[in-house]
């Protein structure tokens, strides 16, 4: 697609269940990252795919956060067994390659995630 | 580990004035990244800058980079109440992860 696509918008969930967040990044760009943004914390770097690499997790924040990344495309974020301190937006950024004029990083809508 | 500090934080200002938003890093970093957010909005990309010395400009900002001092700089010139927005500065490596490391934001309101 023409740009990063999050679903959902927003998610209203229940403390103690699992949601699971999408990404469609822009097609053909290999790297997708995903990072939080709770209000004064600002943006927390989560979790980096690129390409058939192993993914960068080192900034997930608890057991209870995965993601995976099929087919080099689409990816999921699942947070299990929610709490209310994962109340936050989680936005989805892809990235092109290196060789492209400005090398920048696109991001989603993001998803409003409300632990409640 | 790349750190990223904007200041101020908060800034209101005047429709007309011109003002700076700064942005220091604390280890190097390849490029530096603005970026526009309107609340309950997604990041806008504003500028990428790649070298010591680049400066970019789009309408009434301008963007500047001195990689000696670890320092960029938005610069706004003659505000209109439309660039009311947070501003967020993230530092990048073309290494590793190349992931993005943003500053706190600064809330801009800019004031008819």
């Known amino acids: 697609g023409a740009g990063v696509s999050q679903s959902p918008s927003n998610k209203v969930t229940e403390k103690g269940k699992d949601v699971e967040l999408r990404c469609d990044p822009i097609?053909?760009?290999?790297?997708l990252y995903w990072y939080r943004q709770s209000l004064g914390q600002g943006l927390e770097f989560l979790i980096y795919?690129?390409?058939?690499?192993?993914?960068?997790k080192s900034g997930l924040p608890s057991d209870r956060f995965s993601a995976e990344r099929t087919g080099g495309s689409v990816s999921t974020l699942t947070i299990q067994r929610t709490q209310q301190e994962d109340s936050a937006v989680y936005l989805c950024a892809s990235r092109g390659v290196a060789s492209q004029a400005n090398y920048g990083y696109t991001f989603g809508s993001g998803t409003r995630l409300t632990v409640v | 580990e790349l750190k990223v500090e904007q200041n101020p934080l908060f800034l209101s200002m005047q429709e007309g004035k011109n003002y700076t938003i700064y942005c220091n890093y604390s280890t190097t970093s390849d490029r530096l990244y603005w970026y526009r957010q309107d609340p309950g909005k997604s990041l806008e990309s504003l500028f990428v800058l790649l070298s010591n010395g680049a400066v970019k400009q789009e309408g009434r900002l301008m963007a500047s980079l001195d990689t000696k001092a670890r320092l960029s700089t938005l610069h706004i010139t003659a505000a209109v109440h439309d660039l009311s927005a947070t501003y967020f500065c993230a530092g990048g490596t073309i290494r590793g992860a190349q992931k993005l490391v943003f500053g706190q934001g600064t809330r801009l309101t800019i004031n008819p």
């Open positions: 097609s053909g760009h290999t790297a």
């Open positions: 795919f690129q390409g058939n690499s192993a993914p960068d």
